[in-house]
Every structure is written in C-alpha cells, then in structure tokens.
C-alpha cells in the first residue's frame, strides 16, 4: 500500500520557537494533503488541506499565520508551527491522497509535539 | 457542514464477544470509510463503502452502509486483543475535496 512518512516523529521545544514537520509521500504522487491536529482520546481535527503548488485551505478558527503550510511538490508538504506555545502541544497527522485510491487518505504516523 | 456521529464512545468486550460501532449523519453520504488507530499509532485505512445497501467483509469484520446511505456499521465477531483500538468512519465531501470524521469509538478487549 500507500507509504506516508512524517518527521519528526517527536519533538519538544520552548515556547515562541518555530516548529517545521514534514510529510513525505514515499511511493505515490500526493494531489492533495491534509494536516490534522488529535488531542488525547479525541478524533481527528482538520487543520487544512493543500493542493501540490496552490496555498493551503484552512479550516475555520485555524490561523493560517500561526500554521504555515507549503506543498512544494507532490511528494512533500510541511506545516510549521510559529512562534509555539504550551496550548500548541498536540499530535499533528498528515494525509496524503492520489495514490492507489482516489479516495482513499493514507496517513503518517504522526507527530508529537511538546511546548514547554 | 457535514457531521457525522459515532456510538458508542467507548466499548469494553470480553475477548471472543462480539462489537458493534455505528456511524450516523443527518445528510446523505457519497461514501463512508473506516479507519483503525491502534494506542499510540496512527489511522490505518481499513475499507471504503460507496453503494446503498453494500456490505463488506473482511475476516472478522463486517461493514455495512444504509439503504439511505446516511449511517453505516463495522461489527466484529468474536474479537481478540488484536483488535484493540479507536475505530473512525470518515465521511467524505466530495464537492469540497475532504472528510469528516467521527468521534470513534474505542475498543478494549479483556483476555
């Protein structure tokens, strides 16, 4: 199947640092990429999907300013967090889709990020 | 916009009984998928339902759309502690190009 990868898996920083994740489609070109945010024992929530080189749809009550996102290339998206905060520690999952299914989301495995 | 609703929110089984998660939407959907999260992990695709009516197996586990295509099921007979996890269906919009997903349901199984 559909291999996404996201790194780093883990990362703690302090407060008002930037924080840069990436996520890589590793054997299908991503048409589309999705970037989640999931607190502890809760569901998925979208932060914003990206088109391969058009600017990122966010989601309402998400600040684009505060969560940059680039889809250089249909292989890479990254979000950074600026300027992070304790409130900012979360998971972060990214998505890809257009690979196997058109429909289909295949996910990386997440990132863990701690501010302290 | 579109919300989809999971029940129930948690579900202890004794391992061998059966478990049951339905997924419900007041709005008509184009289709439905299903995902697992396993502790610490991340969602792993598990099957997509597009027709009225269909249902799908795969070993143990059994999904079902509605007739009206606005809720869906995934049972599992007889789990095992391999099937511990967050179960999420994900309905996708397909004018705005993304999905919306429920809140899960999280299963244990007591060996």
């Known amino acids: 199947g559909a291999v996404v990868s996201q790194h780093p898996s883990r990362v703690i920083c302090k407060s008002g640092t930037s924080v840069k994740i990436e996520c890589r489609s590793l054997d299908f070109q991503a048409t589309t990429m999705f970037w989640y945010r999931q607190f502890p024992k809760q569901s998925l929530m979208l932060m914003a999907t990206?088109?391969?080189?058009?600017?990122?749809?966010?989601e309402q009550g998400v600040e684009k300013d505060k969560f940059l996102i680039n889809h250089a290339s249909l292989t890479l998206s990254t979000l950074t967090v600026t300027s992070a905060h304790p409130e900012d520690s979360s998971f972060y999952i990214c998505s890809a889709r257009g690979g196997y299914g058109t429909d289909t989301q295949y996910f990386g495995p997440g990132t863990r990020l701690t501010v302290l | 916009g579109q919300q989809v609703m999971q029940i129930p929110q948690y579900q202890h089984v004794q391992e061998g009984e059966d478990f049951t998660t339905y997924c419900n939407s007041s709005t008509t959907l184009s289709n439905i998928q299903w995902y697992k999260q396993r502790p610490g992990g991340h969602p792993v695709f598990l099957i997509q339902?597009?027709?009225?009516?269909e249902v799908k197996k795969q070993k143990r586990l059994t999904f079902q759309f509605g007739e009206a295509k606005k809720n869906s099921s995934l049972h599992i007979t007889a789990t095992q502690t391999t099937d511990v996890g967050t179960y999420f269906c994900?309905?996708?919009?397909?004018?705005?190009?993304?999905?919306?997903f429920g809140d899960g349901t999280t299963l244990t199984v007591k060996p």
């Open positions: 990206s088109n391969e080189g058009s600017k990122a749809t966010y």
């Open positions: 339902l597009v027709k009225s009516g």
């Open positions: 994900a309905a996708l919009n397909t004018n705005a190009g993304k999905s919306t």
